[in-house]
């Protein structure tokens, strides 16, 4: 019980905390894409130590001699008889009843917003392909308002108006295509997609609840820091700049208090991004790190706890 | 199925820079490296008139075939379209400088804020 306890405490407050600190890490100067991996590991790891906490409390003891089953039918046959069965076998079961049902929800809430996606996409590309000019990866549409987005799939599309070409240098235009195209190949549509899933099934914890959000900027930062590396912090900035501030009709943007602060508060000041294997061994880290947190609060916190119930 | 709908694009091409035009005139017109049917022809433009691509009138006994909306406003409309799916929060696509807004998590600006205060004092 004890154990099962901390470890469901474990992953409460990692759940509580880790965004609060990854936000922090990225505001001073912290790699976007390590946030990122650490973000989604420490979600499924708050996931996966919950399951075995749950497990934990329905295998009382934890000797694994009494199976599941059996404490459920010493549960059922208790209530038979009228009594009230331990306080271990009922909340064991009430949790594993709980997550199983948000185990269930996600798949269906993943599988449909899945479908949804691929009818939008293909109902987009349908008009895309008529309506816009193809260039080798990239659709132009003739169109003045500055505008590029990328289309998921695979391949994934980058569609840009000619309004951008003209407004922009072709080094910012560059810059921003290249920016669009990280989008692409880091799986930035699937990584959101995700971040929705997750926090339409639990909504409580703020690393699930934040996640759409915090994400979809972190997702942003990452592909700026993809174009730097090809067109230079200028080039990407001075784009960001021009595109936000000419804005699209009927869609207010408000220029301050938005993300775009914060991408360009990164494209000025921030640092130049590391190189790629380095990258590589960031993320690396920080995935492990995050995997592994919740057990190593949990085993922190009994520690406590045993030091101060149990003064040898 | 993807090779119809290049050829569309083709079709389309073809009518934005000369109309109207029947579909004979089409065909002569299109570049698609190898010769099509004329009946290739004819089904895609019934497919674009289908869709409401196209406009057509009858001539003799062919038609003449003839964009239903300018390149620009058939531009201006994808980008309408595209615009207003983009604030349903299914992850099909990403604008370079226009996020989402009430997705947007104050997390990140509530640092960079606070940095700032710390900056300038």
Same mark, same amino acid.
């Given at each position: 019980?004890?154990? %099962?306890?901390?470890?469901?405490?474990?992953?409460?407050?990692?759940?509580?905390?880790?965004?609060?600190?990854?936000?922090?890490?990225?505001?001073?100067?912290?790699?976007?894409?390590? !946030?990122?991996? !650490?973000?989604?590991?420490? !979600?499924? +790891?708050?996931? %996966?130590?919950?399951?075995?906490?749950?497990?934990?409390?329905?295998?009382?003891?934890?000797?694994?001699?009494?199976?599941?089953?059996?404490?459920?039918?010493?549960?059922?046959?208790?209530?038979?008889?009228?009594?009230?069965?331990?306080?271990?076998?009922?909340?064991?079961?009430?949790?594993?009843?709980?997550?199983?049902?948000?185990?269930?929800?996600?798949?269906?809430?993943?599988?449909?917003?899945?479908?949804?996606?691929?009818?939008?996409?293909?109902?987009?590309?349908?008009?895309?392909?008529?309506?816009?000019?193809?260039?080798?990866?990239?659709?132009?549409?003739?169109?003045?308002?500055?505008?590029?987005?990328?289309?998921?799939?695979?391949?994934?599309?980058?569609?840009?108006?000619?309004?951008?070409?003209?407004?922009?240098?072709?080094?910012?235009?560059?810059?921003?295509?290249?920016?669009? $195209?990280?989008?692409?190949?880091?799986?930035?549509?699937?990584?959101?997609?995700?971040? *929705? %899933?997750?926090?339409?099934?639990?909504?409580?914890?703020?690393?699930?609840?934040?996640? =759409?959000?915090?994400?979809?900027?972190? &997702?942003?930062?990452?592909?700026?820091?993809?174009? &730097? $590396?090809?067109?230079?912090?200028?080039? &990407?900035? *001075? !784009?960001?700049?021009?595109?936000? $501030?000419?804005?699209?009709?009927?869609?207010?943007?408000?220029?301050?208090?938005?993300?775009? *602060?914060?991408?360009?508060?990164?494209?000025?000041?921030?640092?130049?991004?590391?190189?790629?294997?380095?990258?590589?061994?960031?993320?690396?880290?920080?995935?492990?790190? %995050?995997?592994?947190? =919740? &057990?190593?609060?949990?085993?922190?916190?009994?520690?406590?706890?045993?030091?101060?119930?149990?003064? +040898? | 199925?993807?090779?119809?709908?290049?050829l569309?694009?083709a079709v389309?091409?073809v009518?934005?820079?000369?109309?109207?035009?029947?579909v004979r005139?089409v065909l002569?017109?299109l570049?698609?490296?190898?010769?099509l049917a004329y009946t290739t022809v004819m089904t895609v433009l019934d497919?674009?008139?289908?869709?409401?691509?196209?406009?057509?009138?009858?001539?003799?006994?062919?038609?003449?075939?003839?964009?239903?909306?300018?390149?620009?406003?058939?531009?201006?409309?994808?980008?309408?379209?595209?615009?207003?799916?983009?604030?349903?929060?299914?992850?099909?696509?990403?604008?370079?400088?226009?996020?989402?807004?009430?997705?947007?998590?104050?997390?990140?600006?509530?640092?960079?804020?606070?940095?700032?205060?710390?900056?300038?004092?």
């Open positions: 019980m004890t154990v %099962a306890v901390s470890l469901l405490f474990g992953a409460a407050l990692v759940g509580w905390l880790v965004p609060r600190f990854l936000a922090r890490r990225v505001v001073s100067g912290g790699d976007p894409l390590v !946030a990122v991996v !650490a973000w989604l590991a420490s !979600a499924t +790891a708050v996931v %996966a130590t919950t399951i075995v906490g749950v497990v934990l409390i329905l295998l009382p003891g934890h000797g694994f001699g009494q199976s599941m089953l059996t404490a459920l039918h010493n549960c059922w046959s208790s209530i038979q008889h009228g009594s009230v069965p331990n306080l271990e076998a009922t909340t064991g079961a009430l949790g594993a009843l709980l997550l199983l049902g948000l185990g269930v929800r996600l798949v269906i809430v993943s599988v449909r917003s899945a479908q949804r996606r691929a009818r939008t996409r293909a109902d987009h590309l349908a008009v895309l392909r008529i309506a816009a000019r193809r260039e080798g990866e990239t659709l132009w549409l003739e169109h003045d308002d500055p505008l590029a987005f990328s289309l998921a799939g695979r391949p994934g599309v980058v569609v840009a108006t000619e309004g951008l070409a003209k407004q922009l240098t072709s080094a910012q235009v560059e810059a921003v295509l290249a920016h669009e $195209r990280a989008h692409l190949t880091g799986r930035h549509h699937l990584i959101i997609a995700i971040a *929705d %899933a997750l926090a339409n099934t639990f909504p409580f914890l703020p690393l699930f609840k934040l996640a =759409p959000g915090v994400l979809r900027e972190l &997702v942003e930062l990452v592909a700026d820091s993809a174009a &730097v $590396r090809v067109c230079g912090a200028e080039a &990407v900035r *001075d !784009a960001l700049l021009k595109v936000s $501030r000419n804005g699209v009709p009927g869609t207010a943007l408000a220029m301050s208090g938005t993300s775009i *602060d914060v991408r360009v508060d990164r494209l000025t000041h921030g640092r130049a991004p590391t190189s790629r294997r380095r990258q590589l061994f960031s993320c690396g880290l920080a995935g492990f790190t %995050a995997m592994t947190l =919740p &057990v190593l609060v949990a085993s922190g916190a009994m520690f406590a706890v045993v030091t101060v119930a149990c003064p +040898a | 199925m993807h090779g119809l709908g290049e569309e694009a389309m091409d009518l934005w820079q000369e109309r109207p035009l029947k005139e002569d017109r570049e698609t490296g190898k010769k497919n674009l008139h289908r869709k409401g691509w196209v406009t057509r009138e009858l001539e003799g006994k062919a038609y003449r075939y003839e964009p239903a909306l300018s390149r620009a406003e058939a531009a201006a409309q994808t980008v309408r379209a595209v615009l207003a799916s983009s604030g349903d929060p299914e992850a099909v696509l990403m604008h370079f400088a226009l996020s989402a807004t009430e997705q947007e998590s104050d997390l990140l600006r509530q640092g960079l804020r606070k940095r700032k205060r710390l900056a300038a004092s």
